[in-house]
Every structure is written in C-alpha cells, then in structure tokens.
C-alpha cells in the first residue's frame, strides 16, 4: 500500500511539473491575443503561433491529464458523469476546435466568425485539476502506517528452551506449547501463560492499563508487552493470527478497508452540473444549426458552452481552502490526515473520549501523603527510607513515589538497601540502617498481620478519590500511607465543556473498573461512561454507536490499544503525546496532547467546509454566468460570441475569488476556553 501510494505520487509529481511548464509557456505565447493587443516585441512571431500552442498544449492535454479521459470513458461506459467528463470533454472539444481553426482559419473568417483558439484554457484547466489530484493523495495518508507500526511491536526473535537449553529462534517459529524464557526489560514475543517465577508487565500499550500488571505462575501474558522487573518462564498459547496484537491488527485492517470515503461537495455538484452543461451545449447546436443551417457556427456555439462551462478554479476550490486550513491547522497542534477528516469532523455528533492518556495525564502521580497520628518518624527521615526503598524497584507506582519523595527527604544522597525485595501484586520490603521497612497495599499488610484497623477509614477516602494505596510501615508500625492516582489533564474539563457549547454528545470509554471511570468522568464534566472494555470491545462500541445513528462519531484516544476504535470511527483524534500506532490509525493527531485541540479542530473543520462552499459558488458563478453567452443567446441582438478574452476573464476571475475567500481562512484563531467548573 505505502508502494503504491508513492508510486502515484511521484506520478502525479512527475506529470504536474510538466504539465506546469508547458502551460506557463502556451500563456506566455498567447498573452497577445488575450489581451487583445499588438504583437509583444520580445517575442519571436514563430512563439505566439497558433502551430507553437498545438505542440505545447498537446501532450499537457494526452500525456499530462491522459487519467481524465481514461476516467471519463470508464464514466460513460457506466452510463454516468463525473468530473472527469466535465474536463474532458471541455478541453478535448476546445481542442478540436483549436486543432480544426489552426489548420483551417479561412472556414471561419469565411463565415465572418473569429478564428480564435483555446489552447491555453484547456492546458491551464487540465493543470489546475492535477494540481488538485496531487494535493488530495498527498492528503489521503498512509493507512497502512498503522498496520507496520503494530507489526513492528513483537520482538522478532524469541528465546525458547529446547532440551533444557535457551536458543534464539524467530518469532515465527514459535509453536503452541514451547517455553520461552523472558528476562527484564524485554518484550513478551507471543501469548501465553507464565509457569516459572513473576514480574511486573506493562501492557498499556495494548490493554491500556496505566500500571505495570503483577504476573505469578498461572497469569496469562500477552505478546508485545514489555517485561519491566523479574524473570520468568511462560508456555506459548496463541500464535499467528490467534494472538492479542494479531488480533488487533486485523481490526485495524478491517475498520480502515471499510470505511466508505466521504463524497466530495465538489462531486456532488459536478453530479447534476455535467449532465446540464451537456444538455445545453447540445442544445445550442441544435438551435443555431436549425435557425442559420450552418454547421460551423452551431459547432462554435457548442463548443464555446463546454469551455465556458469547464470551471477550471474548481481545481482549486477544495485543495485551496484545505491547504489554508491544514496550515492553520499545524499552526495550533492540528494535523489533519485527509480531507476527509477535515469535511466530517464539522459534522460531528458524538465524541468518544479514552481515559488514560486522553482526559488523564498517563502517568501515576502521588496526590495525597497522609502521615498516622502515632508515627514516630520525622516527615524527612520517612521519606529519605522510601525513596531508599521504592528506587530499587521498577514498577509505575514506585517511580511516583522517588518522584514524590526524593525531592521532600532534604538528603542528597539516599541511604543503602539491604536485603530488597519484590513481592508481585503487593509491594517491597528491604531493611535500611536496621530499621525493617514495608511499602505496599492494605491487603499484603494484613496477611503479614499487621493491624490496619487506623488505617481503614483513610484508605477508604483514598480509593473513593480513584487513588491507589500504599502503604509505609517502619518496624512493624504504620506510619504513612501514600495516595496515587492519574490525574486529569489541566484542560480536559474546560475541553469538554467547550464541546458540550458545541452540541457534542460525549461518552467516555475506559478499561478500568466502573467506579474509578464514574468518578474521572464526573471530574471532567462527562456523564455517559462505558467502562470495563477490553481493546477489540472498544470498536465494537464505535460501531455500535453508528449503528444506532448517533454518528458521525469521532473517538479520541493515545495508547495501541485505542487504534482499532480509531480507525473504525468516522474521524480518529489521537493524542500526539501518545503512541506513534494510535497516530498512524488517526484521522487527526493533537501535536500537544491538549484535549483542548478537539473542539478546535471541530471548529476549524466547520469553518474550512463553509470556505469551501463559497469557494464553489466562484468556481461555478462566472461561469454559469457565461453559458448564456456561449450559447448565443445574445448573438441576434448584438452579434456578441464568446472569445477567448472573455473565458480568459472568466477564468481569472474565478480563480482570485477561490484564492482570496480561501486565505480568509488564515485569520481563524480557535476560540479560547474559559475554565470550566470543577465538578
């Protein structure tokens, strides 16, 4: 897929500059006859020729823009029309007539008509619709970045015991049933479930869990997770296509191979714009051909319609405004991926937001430090020993607390451990200067029969703040417990206030327990919440929302395990702070991270599509306004036909309107958001 993509945009690139290079010549050639003017002395006569024009417009037209009239064709043998019969048949018929006037002037002047080409028109036309072409794949992305990434997880050899003995084999090799021997800070290559020793495993990046997972002998692990602390052994249950990763790989595929492409505004009105224009240039021939009888002036009517209606600023209309809002865009942390992204996401109706990473920051801090009224140790000295303690270990929660601690214990140096140890789901123990010191949860403490009889109505308050507990024990004595917790990002409140003024419906979607998701959701100002979905489930609920018709639905996430909600969603809003998978699987990445970029990007999107709207209305107006002239309607009264200054000006026209209204849009500033209310 990245192949192809490339090939075609070195196609377009290739054909475009040429395409660009000619046409400025044929201008530059026929600049006399559209102004109206004397021969420019500082071009040669051979230059301005008519016969110069041919060759240089010939292959813009048969080489440069070959894929309009294979389109066309392809349109005509569905019995329909499209843009491509519209920019065929206008520079293909202006080019036959141009082809007919340059070899045989005379018919014409015979008839007392003017001789003019229309060879500029037609290159300029077929120019400015590559130019669009080139700027839409650029914009479609690489929807197979995703796919890679994920591959790229799983580690490509594993170490498995054969006979006894470790050996490195490919991943692919693996079978149903080997053991496989995982060290610290190694990834888990395949399922399965861990038989020998235990550890901590970090598999947010596929389950989104935001701590480390204690694994003992029976827990299944999953391939691609990252082994943070111990070494163990586990059997390999799944492969292939029947892991985790495999797994949510193909939902990636699937949900990306189905989504149905937006229809463009443009095609829409192309759709009933084509059919017209023909109508009436036939008409036209018909009509004239009726009340003179000469074929040659009902043939320049004909003609002169299909080229006045060819709205050559119609190659600019939605690339120009989309080019304007992207930049704009990046200026404020939006990327959009396409533009399809860019139209939807103005027609929004429910925003599915992720917990961890999205609304919440990711990372474990330490919100509370409650000291026990009978502990004995100096805040300072306390926190040196847990420092101490907890910096001998790898897990999440350990990091907050040095982090918390270090900086508090006033020591620049902490003191030595001695007999550290980890016990998996429960804490650490070690001894420090001879004092016996435990950090861990209330439920380790009162199976070592530590009474925390005191401690209870704390740790109660803690967990009904969404927080973890750990607890500090000196000596056989409680003396502190520690609260933990992922908090909310600064701006995801007021975000989601500003997308509730909107008219948003927000839900927020979460692996965790029902009870920690409520009250982050209540924090944030949400009050829809799905909670306890594993990663395939996440989809699944996309699809469910559309299918129950509250979409168009965006989903807004950061981890691995967000990537095939993502992509299943109408538009995928990842967190630039988050995994480069989640952002290759998005529609629109948020550079910062700030949740905050969402009602922005909505804001734009809306803004963008309404240039875009204006932008058509130049496009089609003088041109539209033209078709009566082209088609003689004025001829009886004052002998006027179109020339070749007046599509010239038409053209123009059309063109600085589209480009002028398009840079309004570098003006846009997203609107500030007030500080929303703490819930």
């Known amino acids: 897929m990245e192949r192809e993509l490339a090939r075609e945009l070195s196609r377009l690139r290739r054909r475009l500059l040429v395409a660009a ?78 082809l007919f006037t340059t070899c045989f002037p005379q018919v014409l002047i015979a008839e007392g008509l003017p001789a003019d080409v229309y060879y500029e028109t037609a290159a ?35 170490r498995v015991l054969r006979d006894g003995q470790p050996i490195e084999i490919p991943v692919s090799q693996l079978v149903v049933g080997d053991l496989v021997q995982v060290r610290p800070g190694e990834k888990i290559p395949v399922d399965g479930q861990l038989i020998e020793g235990s550890s901590w495993v970090e598999e947010s990046m596929l389950t989104g869990e935001a701590t480390a997972v204690a694994k003992a002998p029976g827990d299944q692990v999953i391939g691609a997770s990252l082994n943070r602390s111990g070494s163990f052994r586990f059997r390999v249950s799944r492969v292939g296509a029947d892991t985790v990763l495999a797994q949510i790989v193909a939902l990636v595929r699937q949900a990306q191979s189905s989504r149905t492409r937006v229809q463009r505004l443009a095609d829409q009105v192309v759709g009933w714009f084509v059919p017209v224009v023909i109508a009436i240039a036939i008409a036209s021939f018909v009509v004239w051909f009726l009340i003179s009888g000469n074929p040659v002036l009902a043939t320049l009517f004909l003609v002169s319609v299909l080229v006045i209606a060819c709205p050559c600023a119609l190659g600019l209309a939605t690339p120009t405004s989309i080019m304007v809002a992207s930049g704009k865009g990046a200026e404020n942390g939006l990327i959009f991926r396409s533009a399809e992204a860019l139209e939807t996401a103005g027609k929004l109706r429910t925003i599915v937001i992720d917990k961890t990473g999205t609304l919440t920051r990711g990372q474990p801090q330490v919100t509370d430090f409650e000291r026990l009224s009978d502990g004995v140790l100096k805040a300072d000295a306390l926190l040196a020993l847990v420092a101490a303690l907890e910096s001998r270990s790898e897990h999440p929660l350990a990091e907050a607390i040095v982090a918390y601690a270090r900086p508090r214990s006033q020591q620049r140096e902490l003191p030595a451990v001695e007999g550290f140890e980890a016990v998996a789901g429960c804490g650490v123990r070690g001894a420090i200067a001879g004092r016996e010191l435990l950090i861990g949860t209330p439920r380790w403490l009162r199976q070592l029969g530590i ?30 417990c520690f609260g933990i917790s992922d908090p909310l990002k600064p701006s995801s409140a007021a975000a989601v206030a500003a997308l509730r003024r909107q008219g948003l419906q927000l839900v927020m979607l979460s692996g965790d327990a029902r009870r920690t998701a409520e009250l982050v959701a209540g924090q944030a100002g949400i009050e829809r919440v799905i909670a306890e979905v594993r990663p395939a489930d996440k989809a699944a609920v996309i699809r469910q929302l ?87 309607l004025l001829f009886p009264l004052t002998g006027w036909l179109l020339s070749p200054m007046i599509a010239g000006a038409a053209m123009a026209f059309s063109s600085l309107s589209v480009v002028g209204n398009a840079l309004r849009l570098r003006r846009f500033r997203p609107l500030p958001l007030p500080l929303a209310v703490s819930q």
């Open 21 to 98: 290079l000619l046409t400025a010549l044929v201008l530059l050639s026929s600049l006399s006859p559209m102004l109206g003017g004397p021969q420019l002395s500082f071009l040669p006569l051979w230059f301005t020729s008519p016969w110069t024009q041919l060759l240089l417009t010939t292959p813009v037209l048969f080489w440069c823009g070959r894929d309009f009239y294979s389109g066309a064709l392809s349109a005509f043998r569905q019995h329909s029309a499209d843009m491509n019969t519209l920019v065929a048949a206008g520079t293909g018929i202006a080019w036959l007539m141009s």
């Open 124 to 158: 300029v036309i077929v120019t400015l619709v590559l130019l669009g072409r080139l700027l839409e794949a650029r914009a479609r992305g690489q929807t197979s970045a995703a796919i890679r990434h994920l591959l790229q997880l799983q580690p490509p050899t594993a």
């Open 451 to 480: 009474d925390t009889a005191a401690l209870q109505p704390l740790v109660e308050e803690l967990e009904a703040a969404a927080c973890s507990v750990a607890t500090v024990v000196v000596d056989g004595r409680i003396e502190a």
């Open 546 to 632: 559309q299918a129950q018709g509250e979409g168009p639905v965006a989903m807004v996430g950061d981890g691995i395990n967000d990537a095939p909600a993502l992509a299943q969603a109408d538009v995928g809003i990842a967190m630039g702070t988050g995994t480069d998978v989640a952002i290759a699987a998005s529609d629109i990445t948020l550079i910062s991270g700030n949740l905050a970029g969402v009602p922005a990007a909505i804001e734009l999107s809306r803004h963008a599509m309404a240039n875009i709207r204006q932008n058509l209305f130049f496009a089609f107006a003088y041109n539209v306004a033209g078709i009566p002239i082209a088609a003689g």
